[in-house]
DNA sequence: GCATCACTGAAACACTCGTGTCAGTGGAGG
DNA sequence: CCTCCACTGACACGAGTGTTTCAGTGATGC
């Protein structure tokens, strides 16, 4: 169990590397913008890669909470959209997009299964807003999977090119329950 | 104009970053592992981000080859799919995720542009695949950002999964023209 | 009062990084 | 032959990296 000055100090670094980017961060600019120092930071975490894995859990932890306040249910996917498109998100979404692409070039470290556990983090929950009936079947895995993948490639393209107003056209058919 | 030792030595960097990802290149390891030096490199690309952006612009030409060997005209987001899917293709779509990534949290330097370009790029494909009548119309505009994004949030998951079986399965419907 | 413990500061270590300097190669063209 | 020029090797420079060593703090509990 971490100690107050630990969760204070993840927090703050957790602030950081959302606008400076998870992939080349150091620990001299980072203590140095969070009020700390590299010894400090060294002996709470052990190491940068110690740090690096509770920077990833402190974001994932953001993710599932967003997951849990979502719910299950009809019109999810709708919900899920919103949460994506709010400017508000896009820090976490693009501090996401770099863990998850670091994660497939670099299978070891700190990054390792984050892709692969998002994946089936989300379609479990698009499983269990699915119909009783159908949430085992091989029809309601495609489903899913096909829900996964528009978000998806939606918030790709949102975050590349900023226009909301095209993607979230595109996803209307889909939004419609 | 490249010279000739420059090509070649930019394709062996190019197949090194393939399987080294792009990220965290550096460029002895790199100049060991080509049978060059730093020296050389710096010398015919003038520096690091130079090479960088060679290396760029190297994984984009082999992509805007790609789409222009797909063609247009329906069926195409079925050979577009079919074309992601090959394992063989997959050291290059991770460089690519990456890329895509990286130009996303660092809007400067060698990456700038990237992500907004490749959307760009497939948006064009997808657009004159379509029929003339709708190519102009909203309609036309929000269906090809929705197949698009259904290409892209499947290669996410096929990337980080690996189940080749399931994603096609979800584009299913989709590929059926 | 004293020991314990979480935490912190300063400085150093052994790297690696991109890049610059200076000196050559070898071959092609005049 | 001689000159030019694309290319290359060896080495040093300054900066930045994660990590370690050593020496303290200040508060807490006995």
Redesign the pocket.
């Known amino acids: 169990m971490p100690?107050?000055?630990?969760t204070e100090?993840l927090e703050a670094a957790y602030r950081y590397v959302l606008t400076h980017g998870l992939a080349d961060?150091?620990?001299?600019?980072l203590a140095a913008a969070i009020g700390?120092?590299?010894?400090?930071l060294?002996?709470?975490f052990g190491?940068?890669?110690g740090l690096v894995k509770a920077l990833l859990a402190r974001a994932r932890a953001d993710e599932l909470a967003l997951l849990a306040d979502i719910g299950a249910g009809p019109g999810v996917v709708r919900r899920l959209w919103e949460w994506l498109a709010a400017p508000a998100h896009r820090p976490l979404l693009t501090l996401w997009l770099e863990a998850y692409a670091r994660s497939l070039v670099e299978p070891d470290g700190p990054w390792a299964g984050f892709a692969r556990a998002t994946v089936e983090d989300w379609l479990e929950v698009l499983k269990t807003s699915q119909p009783e009936d159908v949430r085992d079947t091989a029809d309601g895995l495609a489903l899913r999977t096909r829900e996964l993948a528009l978000l998806r490639g939606a918030l790709l393209d949102l975050l590349a090119t900023g226009d909301g107003e095209r993607v979230t056209a595109a996803l209307a058919t889909s939004l419609m329950p």
Not at 3 to 6: G, I, L, N, Q, V
Not at 36 to 40: E, H, N, P, Q, Y
């Open positions: 100690s107050a000055r630990e100090l961060v150091s620990l001299r600019p700390s120092s590299t010894r400090v060294l002996y709470l190491s940068k890669e």
